[in-house]
């Protein structure tokens, strides 16, 4: 069974600097991999995924990802951030056409 | 275009009692998943519709259960309330259930008091 774990439950990082938010996935078979962002009272947005192809994955809003298969991580990260950037983040796995296993999220903090 | 529509938006109910929950899905859209999303937690997926029938399920008990109707929509029904059920349940809607999986398009939820 895939498993997701997003090892900070919250980041803080100041405005303009660069944030990278941690994911690790358990898995024995190829998997597709996910990051969504919900915004405060709102539902879950898709930010980028990981299908196939290069490893490297760029989204919505300046983010990117890197799939590494070797250390079995989908972190995400993104040069500079924004105040409007504050949300909570979450990180999800599927193999094939299975149901999508998220993790338990990253809160992230944008400090003026 | 509208986009995933869930109601009602907040409810409360106690101890016993029985709910339920209705989502309408992206246009287009013909698959619907349910998720649970507990304080401070992610979405704990709940199961997934798609042509009228159940096709997958999570690790929840029978007092969860749901329906999709010929126009796509869906809804989630659950019995027996406990306090544990209190949480943000989210609707996402896809296209079709192949692999890859098709987009989650997610409803801003409905939010389950159970006093």
């Known amino acids: 069974a895939q498993s997701v774990t997003q090892l900070d439950s919250q980041v803080p990082v100041f405005e303009e600097a660069p944030v990278e938010l941690r994911c690790n996935y358990s898995s024995s078979v190829s998997v597709y991999l996910f990051w969504y962002v919900q915004y405060p009272n709102q539902g879950l947005q898709l930010l980028l995924k990981?299908?196939?192809?290069?490893?490297l994955v760029k989204g919505i809003n300046g983010f990117e990802a890197e799939f590494n298969k070797s250390q079995t991580s989908f972190h995400l990260r993104k040069p500079s951030v924004h105040i409007s950037d504050t949300a909570e983040y979450f990180c999800?796995?599927?193999?094939?056409?299975?149901?999508?296993?998220f993790g338990k999220g990253t809160r992230l903090h944008i400090l003026p | 275009d509208a986009g995933v529509t869930q109601s009602p938006t907040h409810l409360i109910k106690t101890r016993g009692q029985q709910v339920t929950l209705r989502c309408s899905p992206k246009?287009?859209?013909?698959?619907v998943s349910w998720y649970q999303q507990a304080l401070g937690q992610g979405p704990q997926f709940i199961f997934q519709?798609?042509?009228?029938?159940?096709?997958q399920r999570g690790n929840f008990p029978d007092r969860f259960s749901g329906h999709q109707f010929p126009n796509y929509s869906s809804e989630l029904n659950v019995n027996a309330l406990l306090l544990g059920d209190s949480a943000l349940y989210l609707c996402a809607s896809s296209l079709g259930t192949g692999d890859p999986p098709g987009e989650l398009f997610f409803g801003e939820g409905s939010r389950l008091t159970v006093l």
């Open positions: 519709y798609y042509e009228e029938e159940e096709r």
């Open positions: 246009s287009g859209h013909d698959t």
């Open positions: 990981y299908l196939s192809g290069s490893t």
């Open positions: 999800a796995v599927c193999h094939r056409d299975d149901k999508i296993i």
